[in-house]
C-alpha cells in the first residue's frame, strides 16, 4: 500500500464511523449509541 492510499485509507475511517468490523473482504463501519431510543412494548 502506497502512502497515498494510507492517508486516504486514515481520512475515510476518521470521517466514516467510531469502530469498524473486518470480515474476510467486508468492512462494516459504525457508531454505538450511549443512550439509545427507548424500546415501548405493544
Do not use: F, H
Amino acid at each position: 500500500m502506497s502512502d497515498e492510499q494510507r492517508e486516504l485509507l486514515l481520512k475515510a475511517q476518521q470521517s466514516i464511523a467510531t469502530w469498524k468490523l473486518r470480515i474476510g473482504n467486508l468492512r462494516v463501519y459504525y457508531d454505538i449509541e450511549e443512550e439509545p431510543d427507548q424500546i415501548v412494548p405493544l
